[in-house]
């Protein structure tokens, strides 16, 4: 079992940066790659990013790569996601994951309950 804490979001302007958490607890965690996605108003669940077991190898969205970044403090059981030249588009409610390396939804079997992240112009 993976239990996972989102923490960090918040309301920040248009061209703002903003790092948000994910806290895990769990034997499993240390062997999982960890992912995040976002759900925006009336929209579906979208890839943001994963991070490896290590996080030694990562990949992002492709609308996302430059902007957005990922990583992983092993020690701490911790891993990031550093957003910067923020976007009102960007606004959504955050999600960890914890699963396999994959930008699909399916394979992550544990999720944290989301952090709001909202954009202003």
């Known amino acids: 079992q993976v239990q996972l804490v989102e923490s960090g979001g918040g309301l920040v302007q248009a061209g703002g940066s903003l790092r948000i958490s994910c806290a895990a607890s769990g034997r499993a965690f240390s062997r999982s790659a960890v992912g995040w996605f976002r759900q925006a108003p009336g929209k579906e669940r979208e890839f943001v990013g994963v991070t490896a077991m290590h996080g030694d190898v990562t990949l992002y969205a492709d609308s996302l790569k430059g902007r957005f970044t990922i990583s992983r403090d092993v020690a701490k059981n911790t891993v990031y996601l550093q957003m910067n030249s923020l976007k009102p588009e960007d606004t959504a409610i955050y999600y960890c994951?914890?699963?396999?390396?994959?930008?699909?939804?399916?394979?992550?079997?544990?999720w944290g309950q989301g952090t709001q992240v909202t954009v202003s112009s």
């Open positions: 994951a914890a699963g396999a390396f994959s930008r699909r939804e399916s394979e992550y079997p544990y």
